[in-house]
């Protein structure tokens, strides 16, 4: 199995202030899928996200990437592997202002021993004629195709999607939908998303429902729709 959930449970806080975000999740993921992890606000999907993402830690239980253990590693393997097996992209694009949009993807290139090439993939985005410009020069899906960009130059095995489409328009929204779909294809990289929106699971190989820390369902989609027709 390419990723392994096993276990995972975390808290914050202590005595009466104590609150249990994640009570023992268990997941598999298989290369290449497209997973959506659907959930209201308060059902850990986000912690799990960064749980996945070496950004966060786990009280108990490991996740594991080609037979890779998190709770194995030191600070510094946690930095390789992050490097190596990851890239994110968030609702904030978190551009560096100063640098072009040429110059913001390749900073993810920086990260990584196999980049892909970034003239391919601005093209690949539909940015490529706005790749000298400045991150406030362009519109909000611009620069969250730009994120995207900066996330899979490095062509990491996982994208985490932490709802990348939350500050977007709805036309804006499904063009990001259809990149990350498209990327999925191109690259075949795993994609790992959480959002609130339910029609986004249409698009999904996979639908994990948490709620109150666990997993209420986990599903193969056998209804699969292309996100360029997804309505909400």
């Given at each position: 199995m390419f990723l392994e959930i096993r276990g995972i449970k975390k808290h914050y806080g202590e005595g009466e202030s104590r609150i249990d975000v994640l009570n023992g999740i268990d997941l598999d993921v298989e290369r290449g899928e497209i997973v959506v992890l659907l959930g209201p606000s308060g059902s850990g999907k986000s912690t799990l996200l960064n749980i996945i993402g070496g950004i966060d830690s786990a009280d108990e239980g490991y996740i594991s990437i080609d037979g890779e253990k998190t709770a194995d590693m030191d600070e510094k393997r946690l930095t390789q592997y992050r490097r190596k097996h990851l890239g994110y992209v968030f609702q904030q694009y978190n551009l560096i202002p100063n640098l072009n949009i040429k110059e913001n993807v390749e900073v993810g290139g920086y990260l990584s021993d196999k980049p892909l090439v970034c003239d391919d993939i601005l093209k690949?985005?539909?940015?490529?004629?706005?790749?000298?410009?400045?991150p406030n020069q362009l519109s909000g899906g611009q620069q969250q195709r730009a994120a995207i960009?900066?996330?899979?130059?490095?062509?990491?095995?996982?994208?985490?999607?932490?709802?990348?489409?939350?500050a977007l328009d709805y036309k804006t929204s499904k063009e990001i939908l259809k990149l990350i779909e498209d990327v999925n294809k191109k690259y075949g990289n795993t994609v790992i998303m959480v959002t609130h929106n339910d029609a986004i699971k249409n698009m999904a190989d996979r639908v994990i429902k948490l709620r109150d820390g666990a997993v209420r369902s986990n599903k193969v989609n056998e209804s699969k729709i292309p996100a360029a027709e997804l309505e909400w």
């Open positions: 690949t985005l539909g940015i490529y004629e706005q790749r000298h410009k400045l960009g900066r996330a899979i130059i490095k062509n990491p095995d996982i994208l985490l999607c932490d709802e990348p489409t939350g």
